[in-house]
C-alpha cells in the first residue's frame, strides 16, 4: 500500500513506524482462507474470489488459467535462471518452475506471513539452495534488489485486488532497473478497469511500450508482459521455433493459452 512519507523535518523513526502499522492492519485485514473439497485446496482473502488453486492428485500442475497465462514468458526465454515472484499467494508458479525449469534460482516475496504459514498445505518445497521465500513488503523489496533477474512475475492481490504499492509507476521503473539484459516482467492485473488502463499507461511509458497484453481465460485477469522488443519481435517472426524449444510440459501448460499469446503477438505493440 503506498504511504505518503513524513513532511521535511519529520522523524524518520515516525514515517517508519507509521508504515509499519499500517501494513500491519492491512495483513489482518487480508488473512487468509482455505477451502478444500474432495480434488482441489483453495486460497481466498476477504473476498470469496479464488486467488489460487491446487489440485490434490497433482499440486505441482497449474489449475488456473491466469498462471498458465503468465508462464507464457518461457516462449520467449525457455530457461530463465534467476526469477523473482512479487506476491506468494498458494506457490502454483512457484512450485511449478521449481519442478519443470530445474535450473532456475527462485526468490518468492510475500508481504503477508499468515500466507507463508500455509507452505506446507500447499506442498510447496523447503527453503533451499536454489529457492527461498521471504517475508517483506515486495515494493520495498524491489528498490534494493541482491541482483538483476531473467524474469520478475508480479502477483500480489489483497481481498480488494492489485496492492496499489506493485502497480506506482516508481514501482515499475524499479523493476525495469533490477531485470537483466534480456529479462521479461510479467504482472497479473484486473482486467477492463480504470484502474488496468492506468496500469497499462504506466508499463508503456516505462517499457517504451515494448509490451503485449493477454486476457486469461477465466476473463477477470489481464497478463502484461514487457521486456525487450526484440525478444518479442523473434518470437512472432518464428513462433513455431519458440513452441518447439519450450518442450511437452510446457507446451501442454501452455495448450490454451499459446494462441491468445500469438495473437497478442501478432497485434504489435500499442501505441501512444
Same mark, same amino acid.
Given at each position: 500500500?503506498?504511504?505518503?512519507?513524513?513532511?521535511?523535518?519529520?522523524?524518520?523513526?515516525?514515517?517508519?513506524?507509521?508504515?509499519?502499522?499500517?501494513?500491519?492492519?492491512?495483513?489482518?485485514?487480508?488473512?487468509?482462507?482455505?477451502?478444500?473439497?474432495?480434488?482441489?485446496?483453495?486460497?481466498?482473502?476477504?473476498?470469496?474470489?479464488?486467488?489460487?488453486?491446487?489440485?490434490?492428485?497433482?499440486?505441482?500442475?497449474?489449475?488456473?488459467?491466469?498462471?498458465?497465462?503468465?508462464?507464457?514468458?518461457?516462449?520467449?526465454?525457455?530457461?530463465?535462471?534467476?526469477?523473482?515472484?512479487?506476491?506468494?499467494?498458494?506457490?502454483?508458479?512457484?512450485?511449478?518452475?521449481?519442478?519443470?525449469?530445474?535450473?532456475?534460482?527462485?526468490?518468492?516475496?510475500?508481504?503477508?506471513?499468515?500466507?507463508?504459514?500455509?507452505?506446507?498445505?500447499?506442498?510447496? &518445497? !523447503?527453503?533451499?539452495?536454489? %529457492?527461498?521465500? /521471504?517475508?517483506?513488503?515486495?515494493? +520495498?523489496? #524491489?528498490?534494493? &534488489? !541482491?541482483?538483476?533477474?531473467? %524474469?520478475?512475475? /508480479?502477483?500480489?492481490?489483497?481481498? +480488494?485486488? #492489485?496492492?496499489?504499492?506493485?502497480?506506482?509507476?516508481?514501482?515499475?521503473?524499479?523493476?525495469?532497473?533490477?531485470?537483466?539484459?534480456?529479462?521479461?516482467?510479467?504482472?497479473?492485473?484486473?482486467?477492463?478497469?480504470?484502474?488496468?488502463?492506468?496500469?497499462?499507461?504506466?508499463?508503456?511509458?516505462?517499457?517504451?511500450?515494448?509490451?503485449?497484453?493477454?486476457?486469461?481465460?477465466?476473463?477477470?485477469?489481464?497478463?502484461?508482459?514487457?521486456?525487450?522488443?526484440?525478444?518479442?519481435?523473434?518470437?512472432?517472426?518464428?513462433?513455431?521455433?519458440?513452441?518447439?524449444?519450450?518442450?511437452?510440459?510446457?507446451?501442454?501448460?501452455?495448450?490454451?493459452?499459446?494462441?491468445?499469446?500469438?495473437?497478442?503477438?501478432?497485434?504489435?505493440?500499442?501505441?501512444?
Amino acid at each position: 500500500m503506498q504511504i505518503n512519507s513524513e513532511p521535511s523535518g519529520a522523524a524518520p523513526v515516525r514515517g517508519l513506524t507509521r508504515r509499519a502499522d499500517t501494513l500491519a492492519a492491512i495483513v489482518k485485514e487480508d488473512s487468509p482462507r482455505t477451502h478444500a473439497n474432495s480434488q482441489t485446496l483453495s486460497l481466498s482473502f476477504s473476498s470469496s474470489l479464488i486467488q489460487s488453486c491446487m489440485r490434490l492428485d497433482a499440486p505441482d500442475e497449474l489449475v488456473l488459467d491466469y498462471t498458465r497465462t503468465m508462464m507464457g514468458a518461457l516462449l520467449f526465454n525457455a530457461r530463465p535462471r534467476h526469477v523473482l515472484m512479487i506476491g506468494l499467494g498458494g506457490g502454483s508458479m512457484l512450485k511449478y518452475l521449481h519442478h519443470h525449469v530445474p535450473e532456475a534460482d527462485l526468490t518468492a516475496v510475500e508481504i503477508n506471513e499468515e500466507v507463508i504459514d500455509l507452505r506446507d498445505d500447499f506442498c510447496l &518445497p !523447503p527453503d533451499s539452495e536454489r %529457492l527461498r521465500i /521471504v517475508c517483506a513488503d515486495g515494493a +520495498e523489496f #524491489i528498490r534494493r &534488489p !541482491p541482483r538483476a533477474y531473467d %524474469l520478475i512475475l /508480479v502477483d500480489g492481490f489483497t481481498g +480488494e485486488g #492489485i496492492a496499489e504499492a506493485l502497480c506506482t509507476r516508481s514501482f515499475y521503473v524499479h523493476c525495469r532497473k533490477a531485470l537483466s539484459a534480456e529479462g521479461l516482467l510479467v504482472a497479473n492485473v484486473q482486467a477492463d478497469t480504470d484502474q488496468t488502463r492506468e496500469i497499462g499507461k504506466r508499463l508503456f511509458k516505462v517499457f517504451q511500450g515494448s509490451m503485449i497484453s493477454v486476457l486469461s481465460d477465466e476473463g477477470g485477469n489481464d497478463i502484461v508482459t514487457a521486456g525487450p522488443r526484440h525478444l518479442f519481435e523473434q518470437c512472432v517472426a518464428d513462433f513455431e521455433s519458440h513452441w518447439q524449444a519450450i518442450g511437452e510440459v510446457h507446451q501442454a501448460t501452455l495448450a490454451v493459452a499459446s494462441q491468445r499469446i500469438q495473437r497478442a503477438l501478432m497485434r504489435g505493440f500499442p501505441v501512444g
